[in-house]
């Protein structure tokens, strides 16, 4: 079984920055997929930032050149720096590994 923990939510003002970090512990051997998710209240989950196996990156259009989806592969953790954040960006975060979901994370941008 696999656990993911999510960290680095918080409230911030509207410009500043949140550094999202999500660790996979358990029985993983190798990962493949790593992704960031973001819902609102009546909204569906919807992605925010992917990273492949092979390293290619791929953002939401309203995220690019805001947001970056890194990983640390010796640690399983993917990461998420959002930068100019807007309050548009306020939302619960939720990362995937491997299909694993996170419990999710609050980020509150205000304005």
């Known amino acids: 079984q696999v656990q993911l923990e999510e960290s680095g939510g918080g409230l911030v003002q509207s410009g500043g920055s949140l550094r999202l970090s999500c660790a996979a512990s358990g029985s993983i051997s190798s990962i493949n997929f790593m992704a960031w998710y973001r819902q609102t209240p009546g909204k569906r989950r919807e992605p925010v930032a992917v990273?492949?196996?092979?390293?290619?990156?791929v953002y939401a259009e309203s995220v690019k050149g805001r947001f970056t989806i890194s990983r640390d592969i010796a640690k399983n953790t993917v990461y998420l720096q959002m930068n100019s954040l807007k309050p548009g960006d306020t939302a619960v975060y939720y990362c995937n590994i491997n299909m694993y979901w996170g419990q999710g994370t609050q980020g509150t941008v205000s304005s």
């Open positions: 990273l492949n196996n092979g390293g290619s990156t």
